[in-house]
């Protein structure tokens, strides 16, 4: 299981002109949430999932070194099975290592289930969809959580 960790000011999920997932973070007191965007691969379990959420939970890259859970700072958890994309062979990436929809799509529930119950507030896209999404990066951070 691979999380594409963004510190971010704001972002959002949509589907076909929808909304359909946002965080906007108060600007009283938490300036930042996180965009987690969540790829799932064959072998990835349920523990990991639950894993990753309480270690993304806890993850101190929020203002003066503290966490989502320091804070309450919301998270974005949005599906994206590209985190697998194998481009080692030509130029058009493999997708084979990323989970199909029936193994992936209960996990990165889990993943965010996990999160609601630890205390965040998550927000979703919506999984298989085509989406769009914006958001506005703070620092920039990026990190890459595995399990």
Same mark, same amino acid.
């Given at each position: %299981?691979?999380?594409? $960790? ?13 909304? $359909?997932?946002?965080?906007?973070? @108060?600007?009283? /007191? ?12 064959? *072998?990835? +379990?349920?523990? %990991? ?7 993304? =939970? ?22 994206? =099975?590209?985190?697998?994309?194998? *481009?080692?062979?030509?130029?058009? @990436? ?11 799509? @209960?996990? #990165?529930?889990? =993943?965010?289930?996990?999160?609601? /119950? ?6 979703? /896209?919506? =999984? /298989?969809?085509? %989406?769009? #999404?914006?958001? $506005?990066?703070?620092? @920039?951070? +990026? ?5």
């Amino acid at each position: %299981m691979r999380i594409l $960790v963004q510190r971010v000011a704001s972002a959002r999920v949509t589907v076909a002109d929808e909304v $359909v997932g946002q965080i906007d973070p @108060p600007a009283a /007191g938490v300036p930042h949430g996180l965009l987690a965007l969540v790829g799932v691969t064959e *072998t990835d +379990t349920e523990a %990991m999932a639950k894993s990753l959420a309480d270690k993304l =939970f806890r993850l101190r890259i929020l203002d003066g070194e503290r966490s989502a859970a320091d804070l309450g700072a919301p998270i974005l958890v949005v599906s994206q =099975f590209t985190l697998y994309a194998d *481009t080692a062979k030509g130029r058009r @990436p493999s997708w084979s290592a990323a989970a199909p929809g029936p193994i992936a799509e @209960p996990l #990165v529930t889990t =993943f965010a289930d996990t999160l609601r /119950g630890l205390g965040a507030t998550v927000a979703t /896209g919506r =999984f /298989g969809a085509h %989406m769009q #999404v914006s958001l $506005v990066n703070d620092g @920039p951070v +990026t990190l890459l959580l595995e399990a």
